[in-house]
């Protein structure tokens, strides 16, 4: 016999139990509200739905022969079209150069009889005879004494000093008629004082410094008449011309106070007189 047939059969492997798949988890479905239902798609509409007469047909749609169109004109007029401005450079002020000059200010204006009544709000004197006036007023300084004396003759008045007992100048105008109104609005019997409308500008300020105006630690003070009829009227006219001023009864004087007051005050004054101390003027 061969040798394949002495070998003895092999038993078949027993065949393995097929295996189920575990199936795929299905995810949880999704959970919509209620209230929150999606607007339905809206539908195009068919190419065959008819277009408004009034509208122009697309550019596409156009038979081949129809030609140039016409040109739509707007609505409205353009305006043409304008060139930009040409800058013009603006000069630079110089470090250091002093500021332009305010309209208000007394370097600006031309002088005349009325301003003496800068004098009279500074505690001044005016005298009626006839049909003419004198304005006085006593001072303590040299310089104040000059300063009014160039005040009056750039004026047209003739003025004069006069000594008084206590070491102090009298400085005075002759009398003359153009200070006849202003006798007028300031003499009330016995009393100077301001008429009730009142108003002062640059050069009736610039007098009222020069006869009584003096620098301290916390502004400026511009003295005041003795009566206190005229104390109010007086802060009143200075605030019309644009410095709010204290009152004070001691003394009696108007205090102006402030950084910018103070340096407006210096504008509208104008330059210090000759010979004035550094407490004389405003800063």
Known sequence: MSAASDAEPQPASAPRPATKSQPAAKPPPAIRSRSAKSPPAAKSPPDSAPRPASASPPAGDLPPDAG??????????????????ERVPQPRRRRGAPPQASLFSAVLAEPRPADVAGVLAAGGQVVRMGGTARVSVVVAQEWRVAALLAAFDERGLAGSRVPTV?????VRTAFCAVLAP?????????????????????????????AGGRRDSLGYLLSLPAAETAWQPLRL??????????????GPSLRVVGRAQLATLADVLGPAPAGADDHAWPA
């Open 68 to 85: 140039p169109q016409p040109a739509i004109e707007p609505l409205f007029a353009l305006p043409a079209p304008q060139p930009p401005a």
């Open 166 to 170: 206590d070491d102090h100048v009298g």
């Open 182 to 210: 202003v006798a007028a609005g300031w003499l009330h019997g016995t009393v100077t004082r301001p008429p009730a409308d009142f108003r002062t500008d640059g050069l009736a300020l610039r007098l009222w410094a020069i």
């Open 237 to 250: 006219a200075l605030r019309v011309a644009g410095f709010d001023a204290e009152l004070l009864t001691s």
